[in-house]
């Protein structure tokens, strides 16, 4: 799947938003990695929260034929990086997120 932001983005952070996760930042870095297009950050309020997140995610976004590149972190449940290539959703466990600050790392990236 090519990288619409009008269209497939929505998609992802309706993925996202269904399983109530906490504080949704959405970044533009196409401008400052390669890795990504955009980075989806959210929290969960315990590991197993996180991991709803990230198993709910997962299997929406393979019912409409997008499937996930890579899963990092999800045994622990404390920072899960699902790859989706031109997207990569962060779910961290919220006292997690604090300590790697990664909205503070990308300070440059636009908000969408």
């Known amino acids: 799947m090519t990288y619409d932001p009008d269209l497939s983005l929505d998609l992802y952070i309706k993925a996202v938003s269904e399983k109530k996760a906490i504080d949704l930042v959405?970044?533009?870095v196409r401008k400052?990695?390669?890795?990504?297009?955009?980075?989806?950050?959210?929290?969960?309020?315990?590991?197993?929260?996180?991991?709803?997140?990230?198993?709910?995610?997962?299997?929406?976004l393979k019912t409409l034929g997008i499937k996930s590149l890579n899963v990092e972190g999800k045994e622990k449940g404390h920072w899960i990086v699902l790859d989706y290539g031109h997207v990569m959703i962060h779910i961290f466990y919220e006292p997690v997120r604090s300590f790697y600050d990664l909205e503070g790392l990308w300070t440059d990236a636009k908000r969408i």
């Open 26 to 28: 959405i970044l533009d």
């Open 32 to 60: 400052l990695t390669s890795v990504a297009d955009v980075f989806i950050i959210c929290s969960g309020s315990s590991n197993r929260h996180v991991k709803a997140i990230a198993e709910f995610i997962q299997v929406d």
